[in-house]
């Protein structure tokens, strides 16, 4: 890839994610999401192998799903509220479509169908960047509105996540699978801390970064893609 190409979209993630956690307007919050959406696509597909573009669709549809039910439980709120503020999200509707769409976003069960697949059409550092970076606005979202969130739902998901990734992962040989895999479990905790202690979550989330960083950069160095190799 062209490296001034690269420079681009490297500026656009950290403008989209920067635009996200900095944001107090659920349209700021939407923008930078979007923003960071457009910006992954380019890295995601650029093998220009049929498997990358089918992992990088698969990615665009779901993101921008997720991003357009993540407006409207912010339009159906302001519209019952008059109220635009993140930290303002009040109606019972509203909160339930948004704990939806962040957990599609973050890939959480049982909309955590596409993750593995895209992770396994892409590069390892690409890989790296959607188990870290990528997950990062979304996780800054759930820990904003973790007091508007409902409870049920998200308890639910997360328990759902913990278990099909930890037995889902189970039968695969290939590393990516396997990280996508463990990524959709590690979630799942952080999903269950964010109710009680959304602090605590956060700090999760970061060991997670790290660990997840040491397994995928040891793995790219050694060229791994299978656990034969």
């Avoid at 979209?9 to 920067?18: A, P, V």
């Avoid at 339009?75 to 339930?96: E, F, K, R, Y």
């Avoid at 704990?99 to 955590?112: D, N, R, S, Y």
Wanted: proline share 5%; charged share 5%; aromatic share 10%.
């Amino acid at each position: 890839m062209n490296p001034q190409a690269k420079l681009i979209f490297t500026i656009s993630l950290l403008l989209g994610t920067t635009v996200t956690i900095s944001s107090n307007h659920w349209i700021m919050a939407w923008a930078g999401l979007e923003i960071n959406t457009l910006a992954v696509l380019p890295l995601i597909s650029k093998s220009h192998h049929p498997r990358a573009i089918e992992a990088a669709t698969k990615y665009f549809l779901v993101q921008s799903a997720a991003s357009a039910l993540v407006l409207f439980s912010s339009m159906t709120n302001a519209w019952h509220t008059g109220q635009w503020d993140i930290s303002q999200m009040t109606h019972p509707i509203s909160c339930l479509i948004l704990t939806a769409a962040l957990a599609m976003k973050l890939g959480l069960a049982p909309f955590h169908f596409w993750f593995p697949e895209v992770l396994q059409g892409s590069s390892l550092l690409t890989g790296l960047l959607l188990s870290t970076a990528m997950k990062f606005p979304p996780i800054t979202l759930l820990y904003m509105t973790s007091p508007s969130l409902n409870p049920t739902l998200l308890v639910t998901m997360a328990i759902l996540s913990v278990t099909m990734g930890g037995w889902m992962g189970l039968n695969q040989t290939q590393t990516r699978k396997i990280l996508a895999f463990s990524s959709i479990s590690h979630l799942g905790w952080m999903a269950i801390i964010t109710v009680y202690s959304p602090k605590l979550a956060l700090m999760n989330f970061y060991l997670y970064s790290l660990m997840t960083m040491t397994v995928f950069l040891s793995l790219n160095s050694m060229k791994a893609l299978k656990l034969s190799t």
